[in-house]
Protein backbone atom coordinates (compact mmCIF):
# COMPACT_ATOMS: atom_id res chain seq x y z
CA UNK A 1 0.00 0.00 0.00
CA UNK A 2 1.32 3.33 -0.79
CA UNK A 3 2.06 5.68 1.61
CA UNK A 4 -0.76 8.17 1.14
CA UNK A 5 -3.36 5.51 0.86
CA UNK A 6 -2.06 3.87 4.30
CA UNK A 7 -1.85 7.40 6.12
CA UNK A 8 -5.12 9.03 4.81
CA UNK A 9 -7.15 7.11 7.25
CA UNK A 10 -4.86 7.05 9.77
CA UNK A 11 -7.26 9.72 12.29
CA UNK A 12 -10.25 6.97 11.45
CA UNK A 13 -9.12 4.47 13.60
CA UNK A 14 -6.94 7.03 15.97
CA UNK A 15 -9.55 8.36 17.27
CA UNK A 16 -13.20 7.60 15.79
CA UNK A 17 -15.19 9.80 18.15
CA UNK A 18 -13.28 12.71 16.84
CA UNK A 19 -14.14 11.78 13.65
CA UNK A 20 -17.63 11.05 13.85
CA UNK A 21 -18.01 14.19 15.68
CA UNK A 22 -16.25 16.22 12.25
CA UNK A 23 -18.56 14.59 10.05
CA UNK A 24 -21.30 14.77 11.93
CA UNK A 25 -21.16 18.66 12.29
CA UNK A 26 -20.50 18.96 8.70
CA UNK A 27 -23.27 17.03 8.22
CA UNK A 28 -25.55 19.07 10.34
CA UNK A 29 -24.19 22.13 8.59
CA UNK A 30 -25.01 21.05 4.89
CA UNK A 31 -28.13 19.77 6.26
CA UNK A 32 -29.48 23.22 7.87
CA UNK A 33 -28.17 25.15 4.66
CA UNK A 34 -30.09 22.42 2.42
CA UNK A 35 -33.30 22.79 4.44
CA UNK A 36 -33.64 26.40 4.14
CA UNK A 37 -32.78 26.58 0.88
CA UNK A 38 -35.52 24.02 0.31
CA UNK A 39 -37.86 26.31 1.78
CA UNK A 40 -36.32 29.51 -0.41
CA UNK A 41 -36.64 27.54 -3.73
CA UNK A 42 -40.52 26.40 -2.47
CA UNK A 43 -41.33 30.25 -1.61
CA UNK A 44 -39.89 31.29 -4.97
CA UNK A 45 -41.88 28.86 -6.69
CA UNK A 46 -44.94 30.20 -4.87
CA UNK A 47 -43.68 33.79 -5.64
CA UNK A 48 -43.43 33.28 -9.35
CA UNK A 49 -46.88 31.60 -9.28
CA UNK A 50 -48.14 34.77 -7.57
CA UNK A 51 -46.27 37.15 -9.68
CA UNK A 52 -48.12 35.73 -12.59
CA UNK A 53 -51.18 37.32 -11.22
CA UNK A 54 -49.86 40.60 -9.78
CA UNK A 55 -52.10 43.24 -10.57
CA UNK A 56 -53.06 46.69 -9.48
CA UNK A 57 -56.79 47.68 -9.40
CA UNK A 58 -57.69 51.06 -9.11
CA UNK A 59 -61.17 52.13 -8.20
CA UNK A 60 -62.61 54.71 -9.46
CA UNK A 61 -65.68 57.19 -7.99
CA UNK A 62 -68.46 57.05 -9.32
CA UNK A 63 -68.69 60.32 -10.89
CA UNK A 64 -65.25 59.99 -12.73
CA UNK A 65 -66.11 61.34 -16.53
CA UNK A 66 -65.69 59.16 -19.22
CA UNK A 67 -62.51 62.29 -20.18
CA UNK A 68 -60.71 61.66 -16.62
CA UNK A 69 -60.68 57.96 -17.16
CA UNK A 70 -58.99 58.12 -20.55
CA UNK A 71 -56.55 60.28 -19.49
CA UNK A 72 -55.77 58.18 -16.55
CA UNK A 73 -55.85 55.20 -18.71
CA UNK A 74 -53.52 56.83 -21.53
CA UNK A 75 -50.79 58.00 -18.56
CA UNK A 76 -50.96 54.79 -16.34
CA UNK A 77 -50.17 52.86 -19.83
CA UNK A 78 -46.82 54.90 -20.66
CA UNK A 79 -45.28 53.76 -17.30
CA UNK A 80 -42.59 51.18 -17.86
CA UNK A 81 -43.53 49.26 -15.44
CA UNK A 82 -46.95 48.66 -16.95
CA UNK A 83 -47.24 45.69 -19.60
CA UNK A 84 -50.86 46.15 -20.02
CA UNK A 85 -54.26 47.90 -19.09
CA UNK A 86 -58.15 47.03 -18.95
CA UNK A 87 -61.10 49.73 -17.60
CA UNK A 88 -63.69 47.86 -16.68
CA UNK A 89 -67.22 49.91 -16.33
CA UNK A 90 -69.47 49.75 -14.08
CA UNK A 91 -71.90 47.38 -15.60
CA UNK A 92 -69.17 45.16 -16.46
CA UNK A 93 -68.10 44.67 -12.98
CA UNK A 94 -71.64 43.80 -12.07
CA UNK A 95 -71.78 41.10 -14.79
CA UNK A 96 -68.71 40.15 -13.79
CA UNK A 97 -70.04 39.58 -10.03
CA UNK A 98 -73.14 37.90 -11.16
CA UNK A 99 -71.08 35.33 -13.40
CA UNK A 100 -68.68 34.69 -10.60
CA UNK A 101 -70.41 34.50 -7.54
CA UNK A 102 -73.21 32.79 -9.36
CA UNK A 103 -74.30 31.45 -6.13
CA UNK A 104 -75.55 34.89 -4.79
CA UNK A 105 -76.76 35.74 -7.87
CA UNK A 106 -80.18 37.08 -6.17
CA UNK A 107 -77.99 39.52 -4.83
CA UNK A 108 -77.45 41.14 -7.14
CA UNK A 109 -80.45 40.61 -9.45
CA UNK A 110 -82.45 43.18 -8.07
CA UNK A 111 -80.56 45.59 -7.34
CA UNK A 112 -82.06 49.65 -7.91
CA UNK A 113 -78.74 51.04 -8.11
CA UNK A 114 -75.19 49.39 -9.26
CA UNK A 115 -73.32 49.35 -6.16
CA UNK A 116 -69.48 48.17 -7.74
CA UNK A 117 -67.55 50.81 -8.89
CA UNK A 118 -65.74 51.09 -12.46
CA UNK A 119 -62.14 50.34 -12.02
CA UNK A 120 -58.57 50.11 -14.41
CA UNK A 121 -56.62 46.76 -14.17
CA UNK A 122 -53.02 46.96 -14.05
CA UNK A 123 -50.65 44.49 -15.72
CA UNK A 124 -46.96 44.64 -14.71
CA UNK A 125 -43.99 43.48 -16.43
CA UNK A 126 -42.25 40.95 -15.59
CA UNK A 127 -39.10 42.06 -13.56
CA UNK A 128 -41.91 44.57 -11.85
CA UNK A 129 -43.60 42.16 -9.98
CA UNK A 130 -42.11 42.09 -6.77
CA UNK A 131 -43.73 44.43 -3.94
CA UNK A 132 -41.51 47.07 -3.93
CA UNK A 133 -42.27 48.08 -7.82
CA UNK A 134 -45.71 47.30 -7.33
CA UNK A 135 -46.43 49.68 -4.53
CA UNK A 136 -44.92 52.29 -6.03
CA UNK A 137 -47.10 52.16 -9.14
CA UNK A 138 -50.04 51.69 -6.21
CA UNK A 139 -48.71 54.81 -5.25
CA UNK A 140 -48.18 57.06 -8.25
CA UNK A 141 -52.33 55.59 -9.57
CA UNK A 142 -53.52 56.72 -6.47
CA UNK A 143 -52.75 60.40 -7.02
CA UNK A 144 -55.31 60.68 -9.72
CA UNK A 145 -57.90 62.27 -7.72
CA UNK A 146 -60.80 60.14 -8.80
CA UNK A 147 -59.42 57.10 -7.69
CA UNK A 148 -61.16 56.00 -4.29
CA UNK A 149 -59.42 53.04 -3.57
CA UNK A 150 -56.06 50.86 -5.10
CA UNK A 151 -55.92 47.00 -4.11
CA UNK A 152 -52.65 44.99 -4.89
CA UNK A 153 -51.94 41.97 -3.53
CA UNK A 154 -49.51 43.48 -0.90
CA UNK A 155 -49.76 41.61 2.36
CA UNK A 156 -49.27 38.38 0.44
CA UNK A 157 -46.34 39.64 -1.55
CA UNK A 158 -44.47 41.04 1.63
CA UNK A 159 -44.83 38.17 4.40
CA UNK A 160 -43.62 35.59 1.22
CA UNK A 161 -40.79 37.79 0.67
CA UNK A 162 -39.39 38.15 4.33
CA UNK A 163 -40.05 34.49 4.59
CA UNK A 164 -38.17 34.00 1.98
CA UNK A 165 -35.04 36.59 3.42
CA UNK A 166 -35.69 35.10 6.61
CA UNK A 167 -35.10 31.50 5.13
CA UNK A 168 -32.02 32.61 3.59
CA UNK A 169 -30.79 34.33 6.73
CA UNK A 170 -31.66 31.41 9.15
CA UNK A 171 -29.46 29.10 6.45
CA UNK A 172 -26.15 31.09 6.50
CA UNK A 173 -26.42 31.56 9.91
CA UNK A 174 -27.22 28.34 11.84
CA UNK A 175 -25.24 26.11 9.01
CA UNK A 176 -22.64 28.67 9.30
CA UNK A 177 -22.43 27.89 12.73
CA UNK A 178 -22.26 23.79 12.03
CA UNK A 179 -19.47 24.44 9.53
CA UNK A 180 -17.59 26.79 12.34
CA UNK A 181 -17.66 23.73 14.74
CA UNK A 182 -16.45 21.40 12.07
CA UNK A 183 -13.56 23.42 11.17
CA UNK A 184 -12.61 23.27 14.61
CA UNK A 185 -13.09 19.16 14.75
CA UNK A 186 -11.35 19.05 11.70
CA UNK A 187 -8.37 21.54 12.71
CA UNK A 188 -8.57 19.27 16.06
CA UNK A 189 -8.06 16.23 14.42
CA UNK A 190 -5.02 16.98 12.70
CA UNK A 191 -3.77 18.18 15.34
CA UNK A 192 -4.34 15.19 17.59
CA UNK A 193 -2.33 13.61 13.87
CA UNK A 194 0.23 15.99 14.02
CA UNK A 195 1.21 15.12 17.40
CA UNK A 196 0.99 11.28 17.31
CA UNK A 197 3.14 11.22 14.11
CA UNK A 198 5.47 14.06 14.81
CA UNK A 199 8.23 11.18 14.58
CA UNK A 200 7.18 10.64 11.21
CA UNK A 201 6.58 13.91 9.50
CA UNK A 202 9.84 15.18 11.19
CA UNK A 203 11.72 12.32 9.38
CA UNK A 204 9.45 13.45 6.26
CA UNK A 205 11.01 17.05 6.08
CA UNK A 206 14.65 16.02 7.11
CA UNK A 207 14.67 13.48 3.65
CA UNK A 208 13.15 15.75 1.52
CA UNK A 209 9.14 14.96 1.18
CA UNK A 210 7.83 17.32 -0.98
CA UNK A 211 5.19 19.59 1.27
CA UNK A 212 2.44 18.52 -0.81
CA UNK A 213 3.27 15.14 -0.53
CA UNK A 214 3.30 15.29 3.43
CA UNK A 215 -0.26 16.93 3.55
CA UNK A 216 -1.91 15.22 0.68
CA UNK A 217 -3.26 12.49 3.11
CA UNK A 218 -4.77 14.90 5.82
CA UNK A 219 -6.42 16.48 2.75
CA UNK A 220 -7.55 13.60 1.55
CA UNK A 221 -9.46 12.75 4.64
CA UNK A 222 -10.57 15.76 4.98
CA UNK A 223 -12.04 15.49 1.95
CA UNK A 224 -13.64 11.78 2.67
CA UNK A 225 -15.21 13.45 5.75
CA UNK A 226 -16.85 16.08 4.25
CA UNK A 227 -18.18 13.84 1.27
CA UNK A 228 -19.60 11.51 4.48
CA UNK A 229 -20.81 14.50 6.16
CA UNK A 230 -22.43 15.48 2.96
CA UNK A 231 -24.06 12.07 2.45
CA UNK A 232 -26.07 11.89 5.56
CA UNK A 233 -27.04 14.98 5.27
CA UNK A 234 -28.85 13.89 2.17
CA UNK A 235 -30.04 11.07 3.92
CA UNK A 236 -31.22 13.68 6.49
CA UNK A 237 -33.08 16.06 3.98
CA UNK A 238 -34.46 13.38 2.16
CA UNK A 239 -36.05 11.76 5.26
CA UNK A 240 -36.97 15.40 6.07
CA UNK A 241 -38.28 15.48 2.63
CA UNK A 242 -40.76 12.51 2.30
CA UNK A 243 -42.29 13.59 5.17
CA UNK A 244 -43.21 17.21 4.54
CA UNK A 245 -44.52 15.70 1.36
CA UNK A 246 -46.62 13.38 2.92
CA UNK A 247 -47.59 15.59 5.47
CA UNK A 248 -48.21 18.83 3.61
CA UNK A 249 -48.21 19.16 -0.29
CA UNK A 250 -46.24 18.82 -3.47
CA UNK A 251 -43.21 20.67 -2.32
CA UNK A 252 -40.05 20.94 -5.00
CA UNK A 253 -36.95 19.24 -4.26
CA UNK A 254 -33.06 19.82 -5.48
CA UNK A 255 -32.47 18.74 -8.77
CA UNK A 256 -30.16 15.63 -8.78
CA UNK A 257 -27.23 18.10 -9.96
CA UNK A 258 -27.79 20.31 -7.58
CA UNK A 259 -27.74 17.23 -4.84
CA UNK A 260 -24.01 16.23 -6.49
CA UNK A 261 -22.92 19.63 -6.21
CA UNK A 262 -23.97 19.76 -2.50
CA UNK A 263 -21.84 16.76 -1.93
CA UNK A 264 -18.89 18.20 -3.88
CA UNK A 265 -19.41 21.16 -1.61
CA UNK A 266 -19.25 19.15 1.88
CA UNK A 267 -16.08 17.28 0.36
CA UNK A 268 -14.53 20.78 -0.32
CA UNK A 269 -15.21 22.06 2.81
CA UNK A 270 -13.55 18.82 4.45
CA UNK A 271 -10.50 20.00 2.06
CA UNK A 272 -10.48 23.44 2.83
CA UNK A 273 -10.75 23.13 6.56
CA UNK A 274 -7.59 21.05 6.70
CA UNK A 275 -5.69 22.99 4.68
CA UNK A 276 -6.24 25.75 6.67
CA UNK A 277 -5.49 24.11 10.13
CA UNK A 278 -2.55 22.42 8.19
CA UNK A 279 -1.31 25.98 7.02
CA UNK A 280 0.17 26.39 10.68
CA UNK A 281 1.96 23.29 10.51
CA UNK A 282 3.02 24.07 7.65
CA UNK A 283 4.85 27.27 8.04
CA UNK A 284 7.49 26.02 10.10
CA UNK A 285 8.88 23.48 7.48
CA UNK B 1 29.08 21.17 -2.55
CA UNK B 2 28.43 23.00 1.02
CA UNK B 3 30.53 26.57 1.03
CA UNK B 4 30.02 28.99 4.14
CA UNK B 5 30.59 32.68 3.40
CA UNK B 6 31.29 35.16 6.90
CA UNK B 7 28.07 33.10 8.63
CA UNK B 8 26.69 34.02 11.62
CA UNK B 9 23.44 32.80 13.57
CA UNK B 10 21.73 35.21 16.43
CA UNK B 11 19.29 33.72 18.24
CA UNK B 12 17.18 37.06 19.75
CA UNK B 13 17.18 35.20 23.21
CA UNK B 14 20.37 33.51 23.67
CA UNK B 15 22.67 35.82 21.15
CA UNK B 16 25.19 33.99 18.75
CA UNK B 17 25.38 30.81 17.80
CA UNK B 18 27.60 30.75 14.90
CA UNK B 19 29.62 33.85 14.09
CA UNK B 20 31.46 34.78 10.82
CA UNK B 21 32.14 31.10 9.99
CA UNK B 22 33.71 30.13 6.70
CA UNK B 23 34.93 27.40 4.68
CA UNK B 24 34.88 25.36 1.90
CA UNK B 25 33.42 21.68 2.11
CA UNK B 26 34.66 19.77 -1.27
CA UNK B 27 33.72 17.26 -3.04
CA UNK B 28 34.56 13.63 -1.17
CA UNK B 29 36.02 15.63 1.79
CA UNK B 30 36.06 13.84 5.36
CA UNK B 31 35.41 16.78 7.73
CA UNK B 32 35.52 16.39 11.50
CA UNK B 33 33.44 19.40 13.07
CA UNK B 34 34.50 19.42 16.98
CA UNK B 35 33.93 22.16 20.13
CA UNK B 36 32.47 21.57 23.49
CA UNK B 37 28.71 21.57 23.93
CA UNK B 38 26.88 25.14 23.04
CA UNK B 39 30.16 25.79 20.50
CA UNK B 40 27.38 25.88 17.38
CA UNK B 41 27.82 22.88 15.87
CA UNK B 42 24.54 21.62 15.98
CA UNK B 43 23.52 24.96 14.35
CA UNK B 44 26.43 24.57 11.30
CA UNK B 45 24.47 21.28 10.64
CA UNK B 46 21.21 23.29 10.38
CA UNK B 47 22.06 25.66 8.12
CA UNK B 48 23.24 23.33 5.78
CA UNK B 49 19.71 21.55 5.61
CA UNK B 50 18.71 24.84 5.59
CA UNK B 51 16.80 24.74 8.41
CA UNK B 52 17.58 27.47 10.19
CA UNK B 53 18.84 30.66 7.64
CA UNK B 54 21.72 32.47 8.87
CA UNK B 55 21.38 36.17 10.17
CA UNK B 56 24.12 37.35 8.05
CA UNK B 57 26.87 35.80 5.74
CA UNK B 58 25.77 32.90 2.82
CA UNK B 59 25.35 29.15 3.20
CA UNK B 60 25.86 27.57 -0.18
CA UNK B 61 24.82 24.00 -0.55
CA UNK B 62 24.71 22.12 -4.17
CA UNK B 63 23.91 25.09 -6.56
CA UNK B 64 21.21 26.73 -3.59
CA UNK B 65 21.96 29.56 -1.80
CA UNK B 66 20.75 30.77 1.63
CA UNK B 67 19.95 33.88 0.53
CA UNK B 68 17.65 32.53 -2.24
CA UNK B 69 16.32 29.20 -1.99
CA UNK B 70 12.77 28.91 -1.75
CA UNK B 71 10.61 27.03 0.31
CA UNK B 72 9.51 24.41 -1.90
CA UNK B 73 12.96 24.13 -3.41
CA UNK B 74 14.07 22.81 0.19
CA UNK B 75 12.92 19.36 0.05
CA UNK B 76 14.93 18.90 -3.10
CA UNK B 77 17.90 20.31 -1.19
CA UNK B 78 17.18 18.00 1.45
CA UNK B 79 16.89 15.02 -1.13
CA UNK B 80 20.71 15.71 -1.98
CA UNK B 81 21.34 15.18 1.75
CA UNK B 82 21.92 12.42 4.22
CA UNK B 83 21.53 13.75 7.79
CA UNK B 84 22.13 11.43 10.72
CA UNK B 85 21.47 11.84 14.44
CA UNK B 86 22.89 11.12 17.94
CA UNK B 87 19.89 9.46 18.99
CA UNK B 88 19.00 7.42 15.45
CA UNK B 89 15.43 8.61 14.79
CA UNK B 90 13.82 5.19 13.74
CA UNK B 91 10.84 4.84 13.16
CA UNK B 92 9.56 2.13 16.49
CA UNK B 93 7.13 0.23 14.31
CA UNK B 94 8.92 -0.39 10.81
CA UNK B 95 11.56 -2.45 10.50
CA UNK B 96 14.88 -1.74 9.15
CA UNK B 97 14.17 -2.60 5.34
CA UNK B 98 10.93 -0.15 6.19
CA UNK B 99 12.83 2.33 7.76
CA UNK B 100 15.16 2.68 4.52
CA UNK B 101 12.38 2.06 2.14
CA UNK B 102 9.88 4.86 3.78
CA UNK B 103 12.55 7.45 2.29
CA UNK B 104 12.10 5.98 -0.66
CA UNK B 105 8.40 5.73 -0.82
CA UNK B 106 7.94 9.55 0.45
CA UNK B 107 10.30 11.27 -2.20
CA UNK B 108 8.52 9.66 -5.29
CA UNK B 109 11.18 6.97 -5.79
CA UNK B 110 9.92 4.70 -8.38
CA UNK B 111 8.17 1.71 -6.79
CA UNK B 112 10.05 -1.14 -8.76
CA UNK B 113 13.64 0.27 -7.50
CA UNK B 114 13.13 0.56 -3.93
CA UNK B 115 13.35 -3.01 -2.36
CA UNK B 116 16.73 -3.34 -5.16
CA UNK B 117 17.73 0.07 -3.79
CA UNK B 118 17.19 -0.42 0.06
CA UNK B 119 18.76 -4.32 -0.09
CA UNK B 120 21.81 -2.63 -1.47
CA UNK B 121 22.35 0.04 1.07
CA UNK B 122 21.58 -2.66 3.92
CA UNK B 123 24.22 -4.08 2.66
CA UNK B 124 26.50 -1.52 2.22
CA UNK B 125 25.98 -0.62 5.88
CA UNK B 126 26.64 -4.74 6.93
CA UNK B 127 22.92 -5.09 7.91
CA UNK B 128 21.82 -7.79 5.35
CA UNK B 129 20.76 -10.36 7.81
CA UNK B 130 19.03 -7.69 10.13
CA UNK B 131 16.41 -5.95 7.17
CA UNK B 132 13.56 -7.38 9.04
CA UNK B 133 13.88 -6.74 12.85
CA UNK B 134 12.44 -3.58 14.50
CA UNK B 135 14.85 -1.08 16.03
CA UNK B 136 13.67 -2.36 19.68
CA UNK B 137 15.42 -5.55 18.29
CA UNK B 138 18.78 -4.14 17.34
CA UNK B 139 21.58 -2.86 19.09
CA UNK B 140 22.77 0.61 19.18
CA UNK B 141 25.26 0.83 16.87
CA UNK B 142 22.90 -1.37 14.78
CA UNK B 143 20.34 0.79 14.71
CA UNK B 144 22.72 3.68 13.82
CA UNK B 145 23.94 1.79 10.54
CA UNK B 146 20.09 1.62 9.54
CA UNK B 147 20.14 5.32 10.27
CA UNK B 148 23.06 5.36 8.07
CA UNK B 149 21.52 3.14 5.64
CA UNK B 150 18.31 5.31 4.94
CA UNK B 151 20.91 8.25 4.82
CA UNK B 152 22.77 7.10 1.92
CA UNK B 153 19.62 5.13 0.11
CA UNK B 154 18.57 8.31 -1.74
CA UNK B 155 22.18 8.63 -3.11
CA UNK B 156 22.99 12.43 -1.45
CA UNK B 157 26.42 13.69 -2.18
CA UNK B 158 27.10 14.40 1.26
CA UNK B 159 26.09 13.02 5.05
CA UNK B 160 25.84 15.09 7.43
CA UNK B 161 26.21 13.16 11.16
CA UNK B 162 25.51 15.12 14.33
CA UNK B 163 27.21 12.89 16.93
CA UNK B 164 26.35 9.76 15.45
CA UNK B 165 28.30 7.95 18.05
CA UNK B 166 27.52 10.09 20.79
CA UNK B 167 25.05 7.39 22.43
CA UNK B 168 27.18 4.48 21.78
CA UNK B 169 30.33 3.01 23.74
CA UNK B 170 33.23 3.73 22.76
CA UNK B 171 34.44 0.10 21.00
CA UNK B 172 31.16 0.36 19.13
CA UNK B 173 31.88 4.24 18.22
CA UNK B 174 34.67 3.35 16.66
CA UNK B 175 32.66 0.46 14.11
CA UNK B 176 30.69 3.22 13.02
CA UNK B 177 33.03 5.90 12.66
CA UNK B 178 34.59 2.62 10.10
CA UNK B 179 31.01 2.55 8.06
CA UNK B 180 31.71 6.44 7.79
CA UNK B 181 34.92 6.08 6.44
CA UNK B 182 34.07 3.29 4.09
CA UNK B 183 31.61 5.39 2.83
CA UNK B 184 33.39 8.15 2.48
CA UNK B 185 36.30 5.55 0.56
CA UNK B 186 33.67 5.54 -2.09
CA UNK B 187 34.10 9.04 -3.03
CA UNK B 188 30.99 10.35 -0.77
CA UNK B 189 31.58 13.71 1.59
CA UNK B 190 31.10 13.25 5.12
CA UNK B 191 30.52 16.01 7.83
CA UNK B 192 31.03 14.29 11.33
CA UNK B 193 30.03 16.28 14.66
CA UNK B 194 31.25 15.38 17.23
CA UNK B 195 32.61 16.66 20.84
CA UNK B 196 34.73 13.05 21.25
CA UNK B 197 38.20 14.18 20.53
CA UNK B 198 39.37 10.89 21.17
CA UNK B 199 37.59 9.79 17.70
CA UNK B 200 39.62 12.64 15.71
CA UNK B 201 42.87 10.35 15.93
CA UNK B 202 41.14 7.11 14.34
CA UNK B 203 41.19 9.00 11.16
CA UNK B 204 44.03 11.07 10.71
CA UNK B 205 43.87 11.95 7.47
CA UNK B 206 40.46 13.90 7.68
CA UNK B 207 40.15 17.18 8.37
CA UNK B 208 39.01 18.91 11.41
CA UNK B 209 37.07 22.22 12.00
CA UNK B 210 37.02 23.07 15.76
CA UNK B 211 34.46 25.71 17.15
CA UNK B 212 34.29 27.52 20.35
CA UNK B 213 31.33 29.69 20.78
CA UNK B 214 30.30 30.23 17.33
CA UNK B 215 33.97 30.49 16.03
CA UNK B 216 35.63 29.04 13.71
CA UNK B 217 39.20 28.72 16.03
CA UNK B 218 40.58 25.76 13.68
CA UNK B 219 40.66 24.78 10.75
CA UNK B 220 43.02 22.34 9.53
CA UNK B 221 42.45 22.85 6.11
CA UNK B 222 42.45 26.83 6.56
CA UNK B 223 45.73 27.31 5.19
CA UNK B 224 45.19 25.68 1.86
CA UNK B 225 42.05 27.09 1.41
CA UNK B 226 41.07 30.69 2.69
CA UNK B 227 37.28 30.68 2.26
CA UNK B 228 35.74 33.71 0.86
N1 LIG C 1 16.58 27.32 18.57
C1 LIG C 1 17.46 27.99 19.40
N2 LIG C 1 17.05 29.12 19.99
C2 LIG C 1 17.91 29.79 20.78
N3 LIG C 1 19.17 29.42 21.04
C3 LIG C 1 19.62 28.31 20.47
C4 LIG C 1 18.79 27.53 19.63
N4 LIG C 1 19.49 26.46 19.20
C5 LIG C 1 20.71 26.57 19.77
N5 LIG C 1 20.79 27.66 20.52
C6 LIG C 1 21.97 28.13 21.27
O1 LIG C 1 23.03 28.28 20.35
C7 LIG C 1 24.23 27.80 20.91
C8 LIG C 1 24.83 26.71 20.03
O2 LIG C 1 23.97 25.59 20.07
P1 LIG C 1 24.28 24.24 19.30
O3 LIG C 1 23.12 23.36 19.49
O4 LIG C 1 24.69 24.55 17.92
O5 LIG C 1 25.51 23.68 20.11
P2 LIG C 1 26.30 22.31 19.93
O6 LIG C 1 27.70 22.66 19.60
O7 LIG C 1 25.59 21.43 19.01
O8 LIG C 1 26.25 21.71 21.40
P3 LIG C 1 26.14 20.16 21.86
O9 LIG C 1 27.52 19.59 21.77
O10 LIG C 1 25.70 20.27 23.27
O11 LIG C 1 25.15 19.51 20.98
C9 LIG C 1 23.91 27.33 22.31
O12 LIG C 1 24.27 28.34 23.21
C10 LIG C 1 22.42 27.13 22.30
O13 LIG C 1 21.89 27.42 23.55
MG1 LIG D 1 24.56 19.58 19.10
Redesign the pocket.
Known sequence: MSYTSREAFFAFRRSPLLTALSILTIAFALYTLSVFGLVWLNIERVLADVEERVEVVAYLEDGAEPGDTSVLVREVAAYPEVDSIAYVSKDAALERARTDLSEYSELYSDLEENPLPASIEIALKPGYRRSADVEDVARRVARFPFVEEIKYGEEWVEKLDFLQNLSLFLGVVVGGIFAGIAFVSIGATINMVMISRSEEIEIMKMVGAATGFIARPFVIEGFTKGVLGAVLALALLTATFETLQQRVLTLEFYAPIQLVLGVVLGGCLGAIASLLSLRRHLRSW | MIRFEHVSKE?S??GF?LKNASFHLRKGEFMFVT?P???????LVKMVTMEERPTSGVVRVSGYSSESIKRREIPLLRRRLGVVFQDFRLLRNRTARENVAFVLEVTGADTEQIKPRVLRTLAAVGLSDKADRLPSELSGGEQQRVAIARALVNDPFVLLAD?PTGNLDHRIALDVLRVFKDINLRGMAVVFVT?DRSLLEHHPGARIIE?DEGRIVGDSAAEEDPAA
Not at chain 2, 37 to 43: F, I, V
Request: hydrophobic fraction near 20%; charge should be positive; charged fraction near 20%.
Open positions: YRTAGSGAGKTTEHL
